[in-house]
């Protein structure tokens, strides 16, 4: 049973950003604080997700991947 739960709450846990080079935990869980959901991180400019620790590589990756 705790393998199955495991599964379960690591899949509802998962996102589209798991799958962005220069994303980690810690960056994910910055993005998923500062903004509500995906849909708004799409619709971020680099100035907001450079204010956020990003640098201008990983900025342009990540909406590249999102918006695709």
């Not at 799409?42 to 590589?57: P, S, V």
């Amino acid at each position: 049973i705790t393998f199955f739960k495991k599964v379960h709450t690591e899949s509802a846990l998962s996102s589209k950003l798991d799958n962005i080079e220069g994303i980690g935990k810690e960056r994910k869980k910055k993005l998923l604080e500062h903004f509500d959901s995906i849909e708004e991180i799409k619709k971020a400019t680099l100035d907001e997700l450079r204010f956020l620790g990003i640098n201008e590589k990983v900025a342009l990756n990540l909406l590249e991947k999102l918006n695709s």
